[in-house]
T-cell receptor
Framework: QQQVKQSPQSLIVQKGGISIINCAYE??????FPWYQQFPGKGPALLIA?????SEKKEGRFTISFNKSAKQFSLHIMDSQPGDSATYFC???????????FGSGTRLQVQP | SAVISQKPSRDICQRGTSLTIQCQVD?????MFWYRQQPGQSLTLIAT?????????ESGFVIDKFPISRPNLTFSTLTVSNMSPEDSSIYLC????????FGPGTRLTVL
């Protein structure tokens, strides 16, 4: 019930392309869905987040799409750049504990 | 966003010893969490540390192994006790709700 499933495990995209990472959840008590970006040796950095009452949120090149009925959400990185090469984690925060359950992570490599 | 620091940033410890990790926040926060990230893996919640109450531990984590203190609204410690090589991980504190921010982590290697 607490699991968040993330795919793909790794992704290689050409510079200027679109990177898409998908997540799915089961627990309906989740009410906040952030994405984190992590570079080697660093802590995760909050990238963008969405609440289930909206279907899409865009911040610059980053967009979250959210499908409440399917319990799925995705991150789209437009015009991907080599500097975007990092590990991306989706997560879900529950209404009670306010703790995060993380997906397994996606290692993104953007080739120049 | 809150600025979070952790000490030490990394350490190499011997089996059977204990290490206390500190987490300092630049503003008062209610919700504070401790996570573990094993090498090449995702983050797993160890416990929730709220000031004025006992820490709440997740399944698979116990207070005797990971005692936590939360003396005030800007500081917390996590102790990894009686360490074994399986405890080699990155330990991260985070703060906030709805927008949760992470510290830089403490990279622990147990020999």
């Amino acid at each position: 019930q607490q699991q968040v499933k993330q795919s793909p495990q790794s992704l290689i995209v050409q510079k200027g392309g679109i990177s898409i990472i998908n997540c799915a959840y089961e627990n309906t008590a989740f009410d906040y869905f952030p994405w984190y970006q992590q570079f080697p040796g660093k802590g995760p950095a909050l990238l963008i987040a969405i609440r289930p009452d909206v279907s899409e949120k865009k911040e610059g090149r980053f967009t979250i799409s959210f499908n409440k009925s399917a319990k799925q959400f995705s991150l789209h990185i437009m015009d991907s750049q080599p500097g975007d090469s990092a590990t991306y984690f989706c997560a879900a925060e529950d209404t009670g504990r306010r703790a995060l359950t993380f997906g397994s992570g996606t290692r993104l490599q953007v080739q120049p | 966003s809150a600025v979070i620091s952790q000490k030490p940033s990394r350490d190499i410890c011997q089996r059977g010893t204990s290490l206390t990790i500190q987490c300092q926040v630049d503003s008062q926060v209610t919700m504070m969490f401790w996570y573990r990230q094993q090498p090449g893996q995702s983050l797993t919640l160890i416990a929730t540390a709220n000031q004025g109450s006992e820490a709440t531990y997740e399944s698979g984590f116990v207070i005797d192994k990971f005692p936590i203190s939360r003396p005030n609204l800007t500081f917390s410690t996590l102790t990894v006790s009686n360490m074994s090589p399986e405890d080699s991980s990155i330990y991260l504190c985070s703060v906030g709700e709805y927008e949760q921010f992470f510290g830089p982590g403490t990279r622990l290697t147990v020999l």
